[in-house]
Each structure stands twice: as structure tokens, then as C-alpha cells.
T-cell receptor, first 112, second 113 residues
Framework: DQQVKQNSPSLSVQEGRISILNCDYT??????FLWYKKYPAEGPTFLIS?????DKNEDGRFTVFLNKSAKHLSLHIVPSQPGDSAVYFC???????????FGSGTQLTVLP | KAGVTQTPRYLIKTRGQQVTLSCSPI?????VSWYQQTPGQGLQFLFE???????NKGNFPGRFSGRQFSNSRSEMNVSTLELGDSALYLC????????????FGNGTRLTVT
């Protein structure tokens, strides 16, 4: 039973445009959500997080939106850059950010 | 600040053997977690240690074990290796309180033949 789902295995976006990566979850106990970026042969790199008491969090070009009623979160990257090309994972935690359940990842390709 | 360091980067072992992986967390981080990444199952939580005590455990068999030392460094051990244990093993550290995020190392790639 996949509790965190990323239904799009891949996404291609033109440089300078917006990238929107989506994530759905089923466990109502999740109250903390994170996005990680992963390059080949490296570990995941933390990007941005959001607590369930918020519906939006921004950090530079990255914004995460949380819709609790729909159990859906999204990561917006504006403007997208070729260096953003990587696999993006969403993750969820219940009560802490330490025991995380990860989605299967979305490969983002930003075309120059 | 140095990041999370995992050694070795690559390992090749034979079925039935055992293996020990090492992780040095970010300085000041007291929580160390381990995750397994495989193409079929994705990233899955193994266990978490805080101040030398296992605080959380994922759904893995007892062949997978770990420990944490007083300097917060951690080791993970897998005994009686199976072909399905071939994976990327990732260690992550955090301050260990509240919503402090995990910071991952680059992993150890284990191949079991």
C-alpha cells in the first residue's frame, strides 16, 4: 500500500518556465512534508518542507503548497533552470521528520 | 560544515556473508537514520538512532541491525546476505528534535552476488 504517491514518473519543462511536481498521500496521520532532490550517484538533498498547520511555504524559487482536504501537495519551481534537472522525491512524516515515507520520485528535465 | 559521510561507497559481497556500513553524521546532529533504496521498492526506512538508542524501526527482518556510538557515528549491519539486499543504503542525520529535516549522505552501493 503506497501511502505517498508521485503519479508522474517524468516531467519536461522549458528553461525559464514553471515546473510543478505533484504528490498525493493517503495517511491522515502525516503532518510534516518535505521535498528532496536527487542527482545520480548522490544522496537526496533537502529542498523545502511544510507543516500541516500551513498551506504554503516559500524559499527562493521553490514553493510548496499543501491541500490537506485533498491530501495533496505540490512543489513549484519558478523559473526552472537546467541545473534543476534531477529526480524529485516528496516525503511525509507523522509526528516527526525522522521516519519518513517517500514517494517513488519524478524525473524533472529542464530543457535549455 | 561537513556533510554526512558514508563509507565505503561501494561493496560487493557474496550471498550468506555479512556486511557493516558506516556513517558519520553532521557535527552536532544526534539523530541518525538509515534508508534502503531499490528500484522496485523506492526509499524505505530501516531504523533511527538517537543518543545511542534505537528510537524507531521500519519493517525489515532482524538480519538488519544497527548501533550508534557516543560520538553519534552509526553503523549498520546486515547478516546472512541475500541477493535482494542489493541496494543503495543511505544514512541521514538530523538535530533530532521536532521538524528538523534529514540530511542524507551519498550512500553505500551494496551488490550481493
Amino acid at each position: 500500500d503506497q501511502q505517498v504517491k508521485q503519479n508522474s514518473p517524468s516531467l519536461s519543462v522549458q528553461e525559464g518556465r514553471i515546473s510543478i511536481l505533484n504528490c498525493d498521500y493517503t495517511n491522515s496521520m502525516f503532518d510534516y512534508f518535505l521535498w528532496y532532490k536527487k542527482y545520480p550517484a548522490e544522496g537526496p538533498t533537502f529542498l523545502i518542507s511544510i507543516s500541516s498547520i500551513k498551506d504554503k511555504n516559500e524559499d527562493g524559487r521553490f514553493t510548496v503548497f499543501l491541500n490537506k482536504s485533498a491530501k495533496h501537495l505540490s512543489l513549484h519551481i519558478v523559473p526552472s533552470q537546467p541545473g534543476d534537472s534531477a529526480v524529485y522525491f516528496c516525503a511525509a512524516g507523522a509526528g516527526s521528520a525522522r521516519q519518513l515515507t517517500f514517494g517513488s520520485g519524478t524525473q524533472l528535465t529542464v530543457l535549455p | 560544515k561537513a556533510g554526512v559521510t558514508q563509507t565505503p561507497r561501494y561493496l560487493i559481497k557474496t550471498r550468506g556473508q555479512q556486511v557493516t556500513l558506516s556513517c558519520s553524521p553532521i557535527s552536532g546532529h544526534r539523530s541518525v537514520s538509515w534508508y534502503q533504496q531499490t528500484p522496485g521498492q523506492g526509499l524505505q526506512f530501516l531504523f533511527e538512532y538517537f543518543s545511542e538508542t534505537q528510537r524507531n524501526k521500519g519493517n525489515f527482518p532482524g538480519r538488519f541491525s544497527g548501533r550508534q556510538f557516543s560520538n553519534s557515528r552509526s553503523e549498520m549491519n546486515v547478516s546472512t546476505l541475500e541477493l535482494g539486499d542489493s541496494a543503495l543504503y543511505l544514512c541521514a542525520s538530523s538535530a533530532g528534535q521536532g521538524d528538523s529535516p534529514l540530511h542524507f549522505g551519498n550512500g553505500t552501493r551494496l551488490t550481493v552476488t
